[in-house]
């Protein structure tokens, strides 16, 4: 089973411009995760989703972050402007969502932004 | 305030020894549940181990055990018979079950094993 896909990898772009990251979750998976993960910390959630809706987007920096979820299915962040301090590392997570055993989650490698 | 928190920011072990990683989680929730991930340098995010909020037994897999307090609000990670392996950083997690299984993270245990 394929696991969630992330692109980019890797991004560097200058400050005030404008980045995007892709996710495509396991196939099934109602709920998914956008997180922040500077570097020597742990994950910080930005926005969740739940199917198509947003569930939770408290930590999202509504001014230049934004996100959506289409038909349930894969996700876009998208920063715009960027600032030095958005260098991180994005991940994207998904899961089955409420009534699953665990709730695990399943994270895709990440795409690393630098803000130069 | 829900929060996480992990007050051991490095770990060292000598290999084939057992270690204990902090979590101690605040929440007024009632049905939540707790993770441990394990994060090497490469910085994937594995999965290792599970407990829910009602589940009577420790949850154990393999060489992880994990040590729910619940009175006291700890989820302590226990590893056993260390392999160089295991150098990576720890995480600990907060499933609440209530806000549509909303998972947040702690600071993280980074965790050394000397051969």
């Known amino acids: 089973e394929a696991g969630v896909a992330q692109s980019p990898r890797y991004k560097i772009i200058e400050k005030r411009q404008s980045v995007a990251f892709w996710c495509n979750p396991i196939?099934?998976?109602?709920?998914l995760y956008w997180y922040q993960q500077i570097l020597g910390q742990g994950p910080k959630l930005l926005i969740q989703?739940?199917?198509?809706?947003?569930?939770?987007d408290s930590q999202l920096p509504k001014d230049r972050f934004s996100a959506e979820r289409l038909k349930g299915v894969d996700s876009t962040l998208k920063i715009q402007p960027a600032k030095l301090e958005d260098s991180a590392v994005y991940l994207c997570?998904?899961?089955?969502?409420?009534?699953?055993?665990?709730?695990?989650?399943?994270f895709g490698e990440g795409s690393r932004l630098t803000v130069l | 305030a829900q929060k996480i928190t992990q007050t051991q920011p490095g770990m060292f072990v000598q290999e084939k020894e057992a270690v204990t990683l902090d979590c101690t989680y605040d929440?007024?929730?009632?049905?939540?549940?707790l993770f441990w991930y394990k994060q090497p340098s490469s910085g994937e995010m594995i999965f290792l181990i599970y407990?829910?909020?009602?589940?009577?037994q420790n949850a154990t897999e393999g060489r992880y055990s994990l040590n729910f307090q619940k009175a006291r609000k700890s989820a302590n990670l226990v590893i056993s018979a260390s392999q160089l392996g295991d150098s990576a950083m720890y995480f600990c997690?907060?499933?609440?079950?209530?806000?549509?299984?909303?998972?947040?993270f702690g600071p993280g245990t980074s965790l050394s094993v000397i051969p």
């Open positions: 989703f739940q199917n198509n809706g947003v569930v939770d």
């Open positions: 997690a907060m499933r609440l079950k209530t806000s549509y299984d909303k998972v947040i």
């Open positions: 929440t007024s929730d009632q049905s939540y549940g």
């Open positions: 407990q829910g909020s009602y589940d009577e």
């Open positions: 997570a998904s899961s089955l969502g409420p009534g699953s055993n665990t709730g695990e989650l399943f």
């Open positions: 196939s099934g998976h109602a709920t």
